[in-house]
Every structure is written in structure tokens, then in C-alpha cells.
């Protein structure tokens, strides 16, 4: 008799510029089947991109199946969900001049998810991330362990690739966390920074350190300033899949990432970015690091900020 087990469905919601760039690494990854959805006006970008990079597979090695589809009956049974449908920065705007807009979209994402992946683990991408996330949960009433948003990797892959391109090291050796509001508050903790196991501060200056955390905050508006068209893409699609691979393959990463905080640094009931064991079990576990009195201080002045957005997001699901 044939077996039955099936490979992991990973929906992709939002087609567009980093939603193509998940089906890629998913697909290459060969870390399930990928779904890839679009509103229907662009089923055919969904369909095509889909088409393009499965034609790749067989030049990966990889035996993956990606299709494109602007129907949510293709989205059922989907075991990771991870949304990208949203606007993304223009020149000149803020990812929180994005609130608007993007509610708007995450509700009708969100009551589809619910009801057509409703055991879904969910990554969340859409700006302003923390704000997204919270509107993600409050709608689809998922339990927290299921629902987190991508940020903290991302900054702190920019934040390891500023440290070893200064000190001319590999970035494999560099481990940094980026915690707090994926926004220009966002909180490099450099104790939490070292190179090949050392303590970044015995390696670099000070002002060294704090010209690449200043750098790391503005980091995303420089692509978007130098794009114009958009914001970035590959690194937030890399980002992402390295969560999804850490819950599908129970890897149990500690990664920085927009988890709900039940008293853990002082938050009560937010999203912000804070290490985290991914897992099978989803977000397994927000790890609570001491932190000095500087950092502290910082993660409280993004938190309340993520707090005023999220204020404004429960005003428009009322
Ligand atoms: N359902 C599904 N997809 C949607 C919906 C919806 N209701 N509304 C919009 N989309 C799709 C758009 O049609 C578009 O193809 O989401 C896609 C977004 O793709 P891009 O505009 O290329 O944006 P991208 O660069 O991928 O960024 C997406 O992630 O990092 C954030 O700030 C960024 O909020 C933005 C999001």
C-alpha cells in the first residue's frame, strides 16, 4: 500500500516582490510545497512567477511544487502561512505611514487564513511589522505560539554584516540580536554582540559600534531611498524562510523575532521584536536576557512606540 504522508504546504500570501523571492528559497530549500496567492486582478503574476521558478527546480535538484493561485480554497490545510500582502515604503514615508492601508489589507488576509489554515503557523511581514502582527492575532484569535513576525532577523543580519565588514571578518562568526519595534527605535543590544565569541566591545571602538547601529536603524530606508519603486525584498524573504525552516524542521532557533510578550520585559500583552525559540511548537519560548540600564531604557521607549501604533490598529478593527 502507498504510504501517506504528505510534505508541508507553505501558502505565500502576497505575490509580489518578496513573496516571489519565498517561493524561491522555499523552493530551493525544498522545505514543503508553496502555494503562492495574489488578490485575482494579479493571478496571472501569482501563476507566472509561480511557473518561472518551478522551472527551476530541476536545475536545483529540487523537487518542489509551487503554484500561483488567487483562490483561498488553495490555501487549506496550508502548515505555514506567511504574509507579505500589504503596500510596501515609498521615498520619503515611514513603514508606519503604511498603517492605513496595510489594516485594511491584513483584515481580509487574516479572516481567510482563519478560516482556511486555521492550524497554521503564521509569519507575519507587512509594515509596520509589530502593529501587523497584533491586527494578524487579534482577528484570527490564534494562539500566540503560532503567530510572529519577521524583523529581528533581518536587522540583525544587517547589523552582523556592518560588524564584519568593518573588522574584516566572515559574517558567519558574527551573532548579533536586534530586539524591540522593527522601526527607526529599534534597539542593536551590543552585549549581545560578539565575534567568533568574543564581546563586540573588545574588538571595535565605540564610536564604531554606534555609527553601525545608527546605520542598522536607517538601514531599510536607505534601499528604499535608493530603489524608489519599493522597499527591500531578497534580505526580509531570506529572513522569513529562515523562521519558517526553524518551526518546519524543529531546529529550535534563538532568533529575534516580533513575539507576544506576557510580562517578559516589562511588556504586557505586545508584539516586539525579542529573542525567541522556534520550534515545532511554533514560538516556544521568549527568552528574557538581562539587559543594561541604556538598553533597557531604549526597548522601553520602542515598545510604548509599538504600543501608540497598536492603539491605532485596535481603533480600526472596533
Ligand atoms: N490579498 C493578497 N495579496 C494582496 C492583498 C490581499 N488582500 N492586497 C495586496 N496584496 C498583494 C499585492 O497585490 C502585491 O502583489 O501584496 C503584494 C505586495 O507585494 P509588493 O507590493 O511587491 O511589496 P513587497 O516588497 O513584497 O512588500 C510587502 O512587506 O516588508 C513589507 O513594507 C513591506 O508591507 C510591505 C510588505
Redesign the pocket.
Known sequence: MARTFTRPKIAL???????GNLALLAGQKELGDVVL???PD?EG?AKGKALDISHQMPVEGADTKITGTSKWEDVAGADVVII??????KPGMS?DD?LDV?VQ?MK??ANNVKKYAPECFAIV???PLDAMVYAFEKITGFPKNRVVGMAGVLDSSRFRLFVAEKLGVSVEDVTAFVLGGHGDDMVPVVPLCSVGGIPLTQLMKADDIKAIADRTRKAGGEIVALLKT????YS?AASAIEMAESYLRDKKRILPCAARCDGEYGFKGLYVGVPAIIGKGGVEKVLQVELNADDKKALDVSGSHVQELVNEVAKRLA
Open positions: 500570501i502576497g505575490a509580489g516582490q518578496i513573496g496567492f495574489d488578490i494579479l503574476l507579505t500582502a500589504g503596500r510596501p515604503r513603514r503604511l496595510n489589507i481580509d488576509v511581514v507587512a509594515n519599493g522597499s527591500a525584498y526580509p
